[in-house]
């Protein structure tokens, strides 16, 4: 036994440290609670029960994801639910896990989500079953060290205020007063949660099993899976068909992927990429500590740390900047724990010495060092994955499964049952990372490493990722970087940002904050400037967009969009699938242009994009391909591009259309030429007529420029003035450089924040409970006979007058309708309403 003194006192780099684990668990630890499921049920390592033949839905991992889904399934009336545990429930991650439960995050659906966990474990259950879960109610208290985290309190503080969530920012006399123990000295304020508390593992996860059971589902533990049976229907389409196990065969339509550590391994089995890395989580429990009981749970996100009450006692964690990669994850794994490595957990210590001065003297109990997965962003991994359908993910939780599990089970009940979740997921939507990501291992570990280490940092507007990067670029990224350009990361993409007169700014390899005997970059000039737009406030390049956004109103800019997806969709049923897709009637003359929504069945947006009509090509072209039938050019976000083509392969999957969509944002480049001198300047270099009568606004044709094929060049604008749209051969595009080049005395390079100031500058503002999220969300219109329809958010003109015609099965009335009770704002309004222009931004 030793005390935290003592350990702080360890020189911190005795020696080198491996880069990563081996294989295998080190000596049995003890982990704080009164009982686990270890010893509990068969110990012959035979089934508890024989499998059944069939199942509707089968869930694989007993944790507490698992148990939740499965509770959730039963709950909205699914009787043929069987989970799957290989060992005993909880075994693997969740049996160890500190079970806090905080309920303000930054991420508004992210708090509905933590809410329904804590009436679920809180109240739910027990009035279920009459068994106490575990749940503790001692409150929470967030530890602001300077102005800006408590300022991200206060934004805190107000979410919570909308969903009814108590919080109070506290003094350092009140925060005093709170918390005697605790060290204020150097506190600049708090934010005290007092419904905030900890959740037992072993408690929660078999009261959910018993009232899973109670319902009709069935749990069979020490029952591992051994191979997923995938079949290809007469579509092509890969489908789940059964779940094998050593017991027997199941046959399924549905599996669902709540392994944990284990779910990439699982994924494996049916052909799946499943994203996440697994890494040593730890933390200490101290022994007794006088005056302590009854103390809130402590975060301390400047010091990383966190301290956890447990009894007369604390738990003290944190997320360190050099954490280990558990590379070869054992199947035999269960319920082991790896040797704390103190050369890693000494960081923490010292945080929460200060923090509470009394644990100087305090002895340490147990060590508790378990494996978790963590993924690129540190968001679960949910929904159904694009490779197989009927394979659905429900993991990657990043030591969150406990106090997201209530919420995320019952939204993933709700996306297998009804084909979607009900609240806004994309932010946990596997979709949301591009399938050339997915399987990446160097991708993967660095942007996962940078998130872990990252977990605490303040989440300021502007941040972008440094790990990771450099995967997709288009050829103009070397020219566009020595003009100055700053960029951004989306998808996978480098897309342009903004432009530094300071000159290149490049991004360098990724140096993992100086760990694991990597060198940190000095005078990194992209981190820097990263750096200085760590701000609530205007950030300093706001007049660098201000002159960017001028240049485009008054004179000419030139936009590289090629991160955009350029998507195909052709065949004999193209139109059909085209009229059930899109809101507006997209179904014109070919070289027409349409911008509109492309909705759900609920009607919620999961996309704005351009649609346009066009004619059979030349075999083997990008920019014209060759197809029979009817065919139409898709120009959709890139950052959500990936979502984008999954949703529209799922409705040709279902409905059945004879057709198919192409992808060609690899082949394609995309350059957006905007302003009032666009036209005149273009007409120099373009051998088409551009004038009003032979290219109308909406438009589009294949013309060529500097000797180059440029397609599909549609005239459309963003800016509200004149502006066209050139998708290009990507091995085309450094041809065009001289756009910038030849003509820098009329033209400006610009970036994708001038486009965001441009559409903000529109009054493009998303009500989220009735038209979802801009691009890519999944929220809906209220589910009810009484629902707005797309006229009331000023969407008429892109539905257009269809008679009977309907979108995805919803027969919508005509924009001419005249009696509409309420109208909202929404992106794509008709009339752009006149903006009010804080000072400091570009005039109106």
Not at 164 to 177: I, M, N
Request: glycine content about 10%; aromatic content about 10%; some cysteine.
């Amino acid at each position: 036994m030793s005390s935290l003194s003592r350990a702080w006192r360890v020189p911190r780099w005795r020696s080198p440290r491996p880069f990563s684990s081996g294989p295998g668990p080190t000596a049995k630890k003890s982990v704080p609670y009164q009982q686990t499921l270890q010893e509990q049920g068969p110990g012959s390592g035979q089934p508890s029960r024989a499998p059944p033949a069939s199942a509707q839905v089968v869930v694989v991992g007993g944790g507490s994801l698992g148990c939740q889904t499965a509770y959730h399934l039963a709950k909205m009336g699914m009787r043929d639910v069987l989970l799957l545990e290989r060992d005993r429930l909880t075994s693997g991650t969740t049996w160890h896990t500190a079970g806090l439960l905080w309920q303000l995050r930054p991420s508004d659906v992210e708090v509905e989500l933590l809410a329904h966990t804590r009436d679920v474990v809180s109240r739910d259950l027990p009035a279920e079953t009459g068994l106490h879960t575990g749940w503790v109610q001692n409150g929470g208290l967030f530890i602001a060290s300077n102005k800006q985290r408590l300022d991200e309190y206060k934004r805190l503080m107000s979410l919570g205020k909308v969903y009814g969530v108590e919080s109070h920012v506290l003094t350092p006399a009140q925060t005093k007063d709170l918390y005697p123990l605790m060290n204020v000295d150097d506190l600049y304020g708090t934010l005290y949660v007092p419904k905030d508390g900890t959740m037992d593992p072993a408690g929660t996860c078999s009261t959910l099993a018993r009232a899973a059971t109670a319902r009709g589902a069935t749990i069979i533990e020490n029952c591992p899976v051994t191979g997923i049976q995938v079949r290809t229907d007469d579509f092509g389409v890969k489908r789940v068909h059964a779940v094998e196990t050593a017991h027997g065969t199941i046959q399924t339509p549905c599996v669902v992927n709540c392994a944990g550590v284990w779910a990439r391994a699982l994924g494996r089995l049916a052909g799946v990429h499943v994203p996440l890395v697994a890494m040593h989580h730890a933390y200490v429990v101290t022994e007794r500590i006088e005056g302590i009981q009854n103390m809130p749970n402590v975060r301390d996100h400047d010091a990383s740390v966190y301290l956890r009450l447990q009894g007369d006692a604390l738990s003290v964690g944190g997320y360190e900047s050099n954490p280990i990669f558990w590379e070869e994850v054992s199947e035999k794994f269960a319920f082991g724990l790896f040797d704390l490595d103190w050369d890693v957990f000494m960081q923490h210590i010292e945080g929460a010495v200060n923090r509470v001065p009394v644990l100087e003297k305090t002895g340490i109990k147990s060590t508790v060092c378990g494996p978790e997965s963590f993924t690129a962003d540190h968001k679960p991994l949910m929904g159904e994955a694009p490779e197989v359908r009927g394979f659905f993910l429900g993991c990657g939780f990043n030591s969150a499964g406990m106090m997201l599990g209530g919420g995320c089970g019952r939204e993933l009940a709700h996306w297998i049952i009804h084909g979607r979740p009900e609240k806004d997921m994309y932010g946990y939507d596997i979709r949301r990372f591009h399938h050339s990501l997915t399987d990446n291992n160097r991708w993967m570990r660095e942007r996962s490493h940078e998130s872990y280490a990252k977990n605490y940092s303040v989440v300021f507007p502007h941040d972008e990722p440094l790990a990771g990067r450099n995967m997709r670029k288009d050829p103009l990224h070397e020219e566009l970087l020595r003009q100055g350009c700053v960029f951004q990361e989306r998808h996978g993409w480098e897309r342009p940002g903004w432009f530094s007169p300071g000159g290149a700014a490049p991004v360098l390899d990724y140096d993992y904050y100086g760990a694991y005997g990597h060198e940190r970059h000095r005078d990194y000039t992209y981190n820097r400037l990263l750096g200085d737009e760590y701000t609530f406030d205007f950030p300093p390049h706001h007049d660098i967009i201000k002159k960017e956004c001028l240049t485009c109103r008054n004179a000419l800019a030139l936009f590289d969009m090629s991160y955009f997806g350029k998507f195909y969709l052709v065949g004999p049923e193209a139109t059909k699938a085209a009229d059930w897709l899109f809101s507006a009637d997209v179904s014109k003359a070919p070289g027409s242009t349409v911008y509109t929504c492309m909705l759900n069945r609920q009607g919620g947006v999961e996309s704005d994009l351009t649609v346009s009509r066009i004619s059979p090509g030349t075999p083997g072209s990008p920019l014209a391909p060759a197809f029979e039938g009817d065919g139409y050019y898709l120009a959709i976000g890139g950052a959500v591009a990936q979502h984008n083509w999954s949703h529209i392969t799922t409705v040709l999957q279902d409905m059945k259309f004879q057709c198919k969509l192409l992808d060609c944002s690899e082949e394609l480049g995309m350059m957006s030429i905007q302003g009032p001198l666009s036209r005149a300047v273009l007409q120099e270099v373009l051998n088409t007529d551009l004038s009003n009568e032979a290219f109308p606004f909406s438009t589009h044709k294949i013309t060529t420029a500097a000797g180059c094929q440029v397609g599909r060049g549609p005239s459309l604008s963003c800016p509200g003035s004149c502006g066209f749209c050139a998708p290009t051969s990507q091995a085309q595009n450094p041809s065009l450089v001289w756009l910038g080049r030849d003509l820098k005395d009329w033209i400006a390079l610009i970036g994708f924040f001038s486009v965001l100031h441009w559409v903000l500058y529109f009054g493009i503002v998303y009500k989220r409970s009735s038209c979802s999220t801009p691009c890519h969300g999944q929220g809906h219109l209220p589910q009810s006979q009484d629902a707005p329809s797309p006229v009331q958010p000023g969407l008429g003109h892109f539905q257009a007058s269809r008679g009977s015609h309907s979108f995805s099965g919803q027969t919508v009335p005509s924009p001419s309708v005249g009696n509409v009770s309420e109208r909202f704002c929404c992106g794509f309004c008709r009339k752009r309403p006149k903006p009010r222009v804080r000072k400091g931004c570009f005039p109106a």
